[in-house]
């Protein structure tokens, strides 16, 4: 079993739907980590969480530490927002980044 | 807000040759940059840990003699794959966290070997 993972692996959408994806992972954390990767293959960091939740324009993410989960949501999607998006975390010893396998999101107009 | 630069954003070479990439934090000091592999469709595998001024920790199973890394400053850290050959065509791509942990990628670099 992974240590991060996420759900669902690929996921379609019409424009203008809301959009949630989720993250659970096993290990002891100092900070969880939502990515972006368009499809050329640059990777933008959308949130670094380590409790409670943050927005920042459409997206929102959430964090659960008692529960070891994390949801990112898209309110009002649009097909710029066709993406692969990562969850990753960091802690123990070495504070390395785990990944998630990512979701694939494509939506569609 | 703050910016990786990496370079070169492809770059297509020989069987054999050696490859040289970039990382630059262009408006922030980095004390430690990552460097990522990735395989199509795949997940980033880190490859190695970059500390300015000391010698990079490798993860298992990456040979540190072929995977060469330089942070020579707080905001450049070189990744020269040496003899590279066509298993080492990958999608690579650094990162730097900046203070306060949050992390800042580069583009991206995709080596083709031939």
């Known amino acids: 079993k992974n240590e991060v993972e996420q759900s669902p692996q690929n996921l379609t959408a019409q424009e203008g739907e809301f959009i949630t994806i989720n993250c659970s992972y096993s290990?002891?954390?100092?900070?969880l980590h939502w990515l972006q990767q368009h499809p050329g293959g640059g990777i933008v960091s959308l949130f670094m969480?380590?409790?409670g939740k943050k927005k920042h324009g459409r997206l929102i993410a959430t964090i659960n530490i008692q529960e070891k989960h994390s949801s990112l949501h898209i309110t009002a999607s649009h097909p710029r927002d066709s993406a692969v998006y990562i969850c990753?975390?960091?802690?123990?010893?070495?504070?390395?980044?785990?990944f998630g396998t990512g979701t694939l999101l494509a939506v569609q107009p | 807000g703050a910016v990786v630069s990496q370079h070169p954003s492809w770059v297509i070479c020989k069987s054999g040759t050696s490859v040289k990439i970039e990382c630059r934090s262009l408006?922030?000091?980095?004390?430690?940059m990552f460097w990522y592999r990735q395989f199509p469709k795949q997940s980033l595998m880190l490859m190695a840990t970059?500390?300015?001024?000391?010698?990079?920790?490798?993860e298992q199973g990456v040979e540190k003699d072929k995977f060469l890394i330089n942070h020579a400053s707080l905001t450049l850290s070189t990744l020269t794959v040496t003899s590279a050959h066509p298993e080492d065509s990958s999608f690579y791509i650094c990162?730097?966290?900046?203070?306060?942990?949050?992390?800042?990628f580069g583009s991206g670099t995709q080596l083709s070997v031939l």
């Open positions: 990162s730097a966290r900046a203070m306060g942990g949050k992390l800042f």
């Open positions: 290990v002891g954390i100092s900070a």
């Open positions: 969480l380590s409790s």
């Open positions: 990753a975390v960091s802690g123990g010893a070495t504070n390395k980044l785990i």
């Open positions: 408006d922030f000091q980095a004390t430690t």
């Open positions: 970059s500390n300015e001024g000391s010698k990079a920790t490798y």
